[in-house]
């Protein structure tokens, strides 16, 4: 066994990944404050070839040394738009025909795995600020919570962490829905 060669991952470059298919899943950044983190979810966006993202309130805006730091130019590769207001953007969304999620501890929320994206539906997940989590005015709105199940002492994750399981598990069933290409 051994590392692979980036020559040898065929990664698509940024005009083949912009002319791919996505999977119909788009990252709404409910004023995420840490440019960090805000890279850190251009990356899986990319990585889980997503929609795109919309930044909303005061989530940092690229280009920024910081985002650029964590997202290594996936904030060149992925769509993105701001908005002021994240309850706008997801009845925008909502009016566009997404169902609605949210990532948060909340009554009622469901494992990713418990939440299947099939086609051909469109989802939105909602992620919050690191201190406030989703607002609530959103929450109030949302078509689901899921929530990743914690087992030791600490109340939450990282939203980029937290938010890369869900994306993970969430493409992960999409795509066995998909299918056969043959």
């Known amino acids: ?8 991952m065929q990664r698509l470059d940024v005009e083949q990944f912009r002319s791919e298919e996505k999977v119909p899943l788009t990252l709404v950044l ?9 890279g850190s979810l251009f990356r899986t966006a990319d ?3 997503l929609e795109g993202l919309i930044l909303c309130g005061i989530t940092g805006l690229p280009p920024h040394p910081m985002i650029h730091k964590t997202a290594l130019g ?6 993105w738009e ?15 025909g997404y169902k609605i999620w949210a990532l948060e501890q909340a009554t009622d929320s469901l494992c990713p795995e ?18 406030h989590g989703v607002a609530d005015d959103v929450i109030a709105c949302v078509d689901r919570c899921i929530e990743i199940p914690q087992y030791g002492t600490k109340h939450s994750l990282n939203v980029s962490v937290s938010a890369g399981i869900a994306i993970y ?5 999409y795509l066995r829905t998909m299918p056969n290409p043959e």
């Open 1 to 8: 066994m051994r590392k692979l060669k980036i020559e040898e």
């Open 30 to 38: 409910d004023n995420v404050r840490s440019l960090n983190n805000v």
């Open 47 to 49: 990585a889980f070839r």
């Open 74 to 79: 996936a904030e060149l590769s992925v769509a």
């Open 82 to 96: 701001h908005a002021e207001s994240t309850l706008e953007a997801v009845e925008q969304l909502r009016s566009k």
């Open 114 to 131: 418990e939440s299947p994206l099939t086609p051909p539906e469109r989802v939105a997940l909602v992620v919050g600020n690191e201190v």
């Open 169 to 173: 598990s969430i493409v992960a069933e």
